[in-house]
């Protein structure tokens, strides 16, 4: 079945430092790919999504490229600031129900 | 645009009382919303699909008479905690598929349930 496998956490990083959060899936057919946030105490938000090979979302600074070849849509950010501390979610839609398959999450923790 | 909200935010109640939670879309009309829980420090897991007007679709292990799940309106669903048990104590969020396509969906803030 469809799944997601994201890097564990936590992922602590000195501000303006480069953030890559990797993020690989197994899928049948072609599933679209999303990064969602969750700040402390907030629920998910959207952040970016990818819908089709080659295709890359961004949002807030933050971007990932669909990578089919590799399975892969691994989030980056190239200055990370002390609000992007929050857990990140990949996840992948797919199949005639449009589920959405959740990776474990990725603690993001910046220091000042 | 595409906001979802949820009540309570939080409550407790003691073991064997139910506990209802709604979830609504504001801004949007929600023909299906999912709802999921979430344990400390792990993901979310789909607990069922909810169709407005029909009944839920339960995902493998979720207990259908446990979970009441009710989509009556096209901004509305609630989920009834039956006989709660402090083992159901969680974070449950909802979320509607919204205007963004059909894979994209929005997500309430959470509600979080301590049972005692």
């Known amino acids: 079945g469809n799944s997601v496998t994201q890097m564990e956490g936590p992922v602590t990083l000195s501000e303006e430092a480069f953030l890559t959060i990797n993020c690989t899936y197994t899928?049948?057919?072609?599933?679209?790919l999303f990064w969602y946030v969750q700040y402390p105490g907030e629920g998910l938000q959207l952040l970016l999504k990818?819908?089709?090979?080659?295709d890359k979302g961004s949002n807030k600074g933050f971007e990932a490229t669909y990578r089919k070849e590799t399975t892969s849509f691994h989030l980056e950010k190239g200055s990370v600031q002390v609000s992007d501390s929050a857990v990140y979610f990949c996840?992948?839609?797919?199949?005639?129900?449009?589920?959405?398959?959740f990776g474990t999450g990725t603690l993001l923790a910046v220091q000042p | 645009g595409a906001v979802v909200s949820q009540h309570p935010s939080w409550v407790i109640c003691k073991s064997g009382t139910s506990v209802k939670i709604e979830c609504r879309s504001l801004?949007?009309?929600?023909?299906?919303m999912f709802w999921y829980r979430q344990f400390p420090k792990q993901s979310l897991m789909l607990m069922a699909t909810?169709?407005?007007?029909?009944?839920?679709?339960?995902e493998q292990g979720v207990e259908k008479d446990k979970f009441l799940i009710n989509h009556a309106s096209l901004t509305l669903s609630t989920l009834t905690v039956t006989s709660a048990h402090p083992e159901d104590s969680s974070f449950y969020i909802c979320?509607?598929?919204?205007?963004?396509?059909?894979?994209?969906?929005?997500f309430g803030p959470g509600t979080r349930l301590l049972v005692l």
């Open positions: 979320s509607a598929r919204g205007p963004g396509g059909q894979e994209t969906q929005y």
């Open positions: 899928a049948t057919g072609y599933p679209s």
């Open positions: 990818a819908t089709k090979a080659d």
């Open positions: 996840a992948l839609s797919g199949g005639a129900t449009n589920k959405l398959i």
């Open positions: 801004d949007f009309q929600a023909t299906t």
């Open positions: 909810s169709n407005e007007g029909s009944k839920a679709t339960y």
